[in-house]
């Protein structure tokens, strides 16, 4: 099983310090507009980022991903666990993509697309650059070995 | 080939309507400042005289054609646009007409594949007959095209069929009209009674909400029908129970409304319903006032789900569908599966399901019985929270405070039944061919997907689930349904029984596709050797996206074109392919 680039709780973190900023400038505006003491906000946005702290450790720790003979296998989730088989036969196409976010850590990730309904697209985060690419090709390779049946 | 020519006038109407309404509208809100009628009359004879002109050059640019491999249309007035789209990745093809389109014998036609969002080919109209020569056209060159790709077992079902159709396929373009006409077997046509029986079984939800969306807008015109306390009083009646009755009366009104609009909605859709068979694909038809018709082929197939309810099971009866991938969820048509046969005796739908897929029996292997606690636990907890917010209600509103908020904690009587059905309707049994699982405690549903038909197989569990020690098994397939999370399905199995589920079922798709492969080489290899070219180019379809499965040659807008939509999404996936 491969872990995540560890660079990726930073990424995590960062999102939820943002989303955690946006709800605190919320309930800091309620606060003044009602009057109420600044120390209810502040605690929520405090309270906000120790979770997402939490969660985005744990969700390192859950992650893990391997590509086997005939399927991809992924593992996630903190609060739900989620396992994903992806059949290498079933691959339609393999993104790789930098958000903002990730460039500025230098990580990227591959998505992997299927014509499924409901795993149609399962995304692999936390890669270096050169490792999403790598992953990419290796994945194209196999599912174009493994092939030899429309994919729908 | 071009378009039915009273498809000209047709269209033109019809977008001049639309534009006459919007221009009506405009005129009574305008009349105020002197926006005269006349001007509107002028207003409607112009977007007629428009449409019609704009309709014609449509006409004029319009043109489908069969070729070899591809049915390519050339379309667009201001943004040319032409398209192909590969026989062998047809998944549907339908074709509809509604009354007036009747009367001037026109038909519109819809051409699934498992791509894209919309429609990849909605030829809007072309006549009755054209029609039915696209429908077989596409059937027959399909067959041509799937004959190299055929199973062993059915070439050797079918040799004469597979002689002609290599014949037929040296002679192309000498489309032989007798080959055209497969034998078709009857599996299904619904019987009046069966029909008067969906109806009455058809209870459309979306009626309720649909008036509340009506009638919020409205509630000004509503009080003034609710009477007065004060006046109530001097009846000498109870002021909240007038109310509460009131509202009994609403609410059983709004349940026979739905009934009844779902009942008419029921029999106008499957009037006249036939479900038959070829040898490669389903062909339905059916519809009142609107009249559908179409193919699904076998190959297609995604998924056949069974469901029924107690009311149904009592009387013996079952419903039945067909899924394939062609269908976009969130289209604009909600009929969801096309085949669905809305409503048959039990043996019968259990006849059909082993005709169209072949069935066997067997028993389910059930949730753990410790999970029914959960189950009553997460009725009880929902009765409880509803009761909590009723009470909150009656105690924060003055006028509700007479409502029997406890009215809920009924349910605690049924609470164990429900929590006792949903365990015994749970299950999931794995066939030799088949992944068949089955859910709900009113409604049951019974799903089958052919293991070569997986596509992704997804384990989860909550955080509640693990305290219970259990784990859900999702077989993802490409169906339409599936969006609204109705994917088969294994809920709440030991954790133990997941893991083994799901590497069991990766095995079984390897296998299964590993057993198609080699009885498509055999098969092809037994056919004749003039398959191995075509096979090698069906080999060059590896790793063909599902969202190019059509071709747009040049990159276009949707503006001009409202009938088939645009679809700039495959150019771009074709990127994403030539770079990585």
Redesign the interface.
């Given at each position: 099983m491969n872990a995540l680039n560890p660079r990726i709780r930073i990424i995590w973190v960062l999102r939820s310090l943002l989303g955690a900023l946006i709800l605190g400038g919320a309930a800091t505006g309620i606060a003044v507009f009602r009057s109420v003491s600044l120390s209810i906000p502040a605690g929520l946005t405090a309270l906000f980022v120790v979770l997402g702290v939490i969660h985005a450790i744990l969700r390192y720790r859950n992650w893990g991903y391997v590509v086997n003979d005939?399927?991809l296998y992924l593992e996630r989730?903190v609060?739900?666990?989620?396992?994903?088989?992806?059949?290498l036969?079933?691959i339609?196409?393999?993104?790789s993509r930098r958000s903002a976010f990730e460039r500025l850590v230098g990580l990227a990730s591959t998505v992997v697309?299927?014509?499924?309904?409901?795993?149609a697209d399962?995304t692999i985060p936390g890669l270096t650059p050169d490792d999403a690419s790598d992953l990419?090709?290796r994945l194209?390779g196999l599912?174009?070995d493994a092939?030899?049946?429309?994919?729908? | 080939m071009k378009l039915a020519p009273l498809s000209v006038p047709y269209r033109a109407l019809q977008k001049a309507g639309r534009l006459a309404i919007t221009l009506v509208v405009l005129g009574s809100v305008g009349t105020g400042v002197g926006f005269g009628g006349a001007l509107v009359v002028a207003g409607v004879a112009g977007a007629i005289a428009l449409a019609l002109v704009y309709e014609f050059a449509y006409y004029r640019r319009y043109e489908y054609t069969f070729t070899e491999d591809t049915f390519d249309i050339e379309s667009g007035v201001l943004n040319r646009r032409e398209r192909e789209i590969p026989y062998g990745r047809v998944q549907n093809v339908d074709i509809s007409r509604n009354v007036v389109q009747r009367l001037l014998g026109l038909s519109a036609i819809d051409i699934e594949t498992a791509g894209g969002g919309s429609t990849e080919a909605a030829i809007r109209y072309v006549t009755a007959d054209a029609a039915t020569t696209i429908q077989d056209e596409i059937r027959r060159r399909k067959r041509g095209d799937d004959q190299q790709r055929r199973t062993a077992a059915e070439a050797a079902d079918d040799t004469e069929g597979a002689a002609a159709s290599g014949d037929s396929d040296e002679t192309d373009n000498a489309a032989t009209r007798e080959f055209d006409e497969p034998d078709e077997e009857l599996l299904f046509e619904i019987s009046p009674s069966e029909l008067a029986l969906a109806g009455v079984l058809s209870f459309d939800p979306r009626v309720p909400g649909l008036l509340f969306a009506l009638f919020t807008g409205s509630i000004p015109f509503v009080s003034p029908v609710v009477p007065e306390p004060a006046a109530v009083a001097t009846t000498g009646l109870d002021p909240t129970l007038v109310l509460f009755v009131m509202g009994a009366v609403l609410l059983v009104g709004l349940v026979v409304l739905s009934w009844v609009v779902g009942a008419v909605s029921a029999v106008v859709n499957y009037w006249g319903f036939r479900l038959t068979r070829s040898e490669t694909e389903l062909r339905y038809e059916r519809g009142l006032l609107q009249r559908y018709s179409g193919t699904i082929p076998f190959e297609k197939i995604q998924t056949v789900t069974i469901s029924d309810n107690p009311l149904k099971r009592r009387a013996g009866y079952a419903t039945l569908a067909v899924e394939t991938a062609g269908y976009a969820p969130g289209q604009a048509n909600e009929r969801g599966s096309e085949a669905a046969v809305p409503i048959a005796g039990q043996d019968r739908i259990e006849r059909l399901a082993e005709e169209i897929d072949g069935c066997e029996d067997g028993s389910f292997d059930r949730p753990p019985k410790r999970i029914r606690r959960r189950y009553l636990a997460r009725y009880l907890i929902t009765l409880a929270g509803v009761t909590g917010l009723l009470y909150a209600g009656s105690v924060v509103v003055d006028a509700a405070a007479g409502l029997p908020w406890y009215l809920p904690l009924a349910g605690i009587i049924l609470a164990p039944i429900a929590a006792h059905y949903k365990w015994l309707h749970r299950g999931y049994r794995l066939e030799a061919d088949h992944f068949v699982t089955r859910n709900g405690v009113w409604n049951r549903e019974t799903k089958r997907v052919p293991y070569h038909r997986l596509q992704t197989v997804i384990d989860s569990r909550t955080l509640f689930q693990r305290r219970w020690r259990v784990a859900t098994v999702i077989a993802d397939t490409a169906g339409s349904l599936s969006l609204l999370g109705n994917d088969a399905a294994a809920v709440d199995i030991e954790i133990d029984d997941a893991v083994a589920l799901r590497s069991e079922l990766r095995d079984r798709l390897q296998a299964s596709l590993a057993d198609r492969r080699r009885q498509r080489a055999g098969g092809s290899a037994a056919t004749r050797s003039a398959a191995t070219p075509a096979d090698d180019e069906t080999a060059g379809d590896d790793g063909t996206t599902a969202a190019d499965e059509t071709t747009v040659d040049n990159e276009t807008t949707a503006a001009a074109d409202e009938s088939s939509v645009a679809n700039a999404e495959p150019a771009a996936d074709d990127d994403h392919r030539n770079e990585s």
């Open positions: 005939d399927a989730g609060l739900t666990e989620v396992r994903t088989e992806v059949p036969v079933r339609q196409h393999v993104d697309y299927t014509a499924g309904s409901r795993g399962v990419r090709e194209k599912a174009i092939d030899g049946e429309d994919a729908v | -």
